[in-house]
């Protein structure tokens, strides 16, 4: 909520691109359409970002005033934008314009959209590109840490979790201590995926046990509200109102802990959500249950994460004998 007063407070003309100064009512919707369209803050903070670029790529050319942007201005952009960024950045972008003109139609603010007809560039993705731990690896960063301290016992929960449940870092970062509950002798787990979706797990054994010792040790079973992940100040709980831990300090954290370990294989937040899946299938799981795990609306998405296929290529490798 705090972010969309943010941006609402923004609204002003000295921070609206120039491109949309000109045009009755344009900076009022283009800020709704931020702030009631868009209820996503990463997509938000993404798509902010890339009309800006387009406005300030127009204002370069002389062009101030939406009337004069045509389907040939933005294909144009499209294609520099395509020397210097990704396919996916490209696409991005190209959706971000799209859909602020729908609005600014919808508005009455334009009369046509000129992104409407401008196709991106052909991209196809049949494997993702995360990086992904072994189960070996995995047992070997779980088990290099030390957990005879707070700090230790909470980022071992923390990375379990991810591993175990598919989890991303903004839902693990996001749990209530009341998230974590025992039902039928075994605890579970509640994520708030982005989306609106919640989606409410049993925990690995694993798991159970390091979220228990977790909340344990730091004294949380009697704070249901506050975050079950809490920054830590010099390695303990302090004493006021608690902070759940940020994602940059997650990322970091990881990256400590997996040199620590001594992995070579350069791992984000994201690889324990395909260490998780991959995992999971090498040992009979269904891909249909994975992407009910893992809140996928699709299948073809779950497919990304699923690097069995690694093994087989590292084993055909091995045939090149000289």
Known sequence: MSELLSIQVSASTALLPALFQGTPDGGRHFWEFFTVNIRNPNTRRAYLK????FAAWSKERGMDDLARVTPMHVAAYVEQLGRTHSKPTVKQHLAAIRMLFDWLVTGHVMHTNPAHAVRGPKHSVRKGKTSVLSAEEMHELL??????????????????LMGYTFARVGAATGMK???YYVQKRRGWVRLHEKGGKV???????NLDQYLEEWIAAAGLASKPEAPLFPTLKHGRLSDGELAGIP??????????????????????AHSFRATGITTYLQNGG??????????????????LYDRRSDEIALDEVERIAY
């Open 247 to 268: 994602q940059a300090n997650v990322h970091l954290m990881i990256q400590r802990r997996a040199n620590a370990a001594g992995l070579r294989t350069k791992i984000s």
């Open 177 to 179: 201590v009341e998230d």
């Open 143 to 160: 088990a290099a840490i030390d957990t005879t301290s707070l700090l230790g016992l909470r980022d071992r929960a923390l990375i379990a």
């Open 199 to 205: 989606t409410e797990l049993p925990c690995h054994h």
């Open 50 to 53: 890339a009309v800006g670029i």
């Open 286 to 303: 269904k891909l249909e249950t994975a992407q009910q795990m893992a809140g996928h609306e699709s299948a073809r998405t779950t497919g």
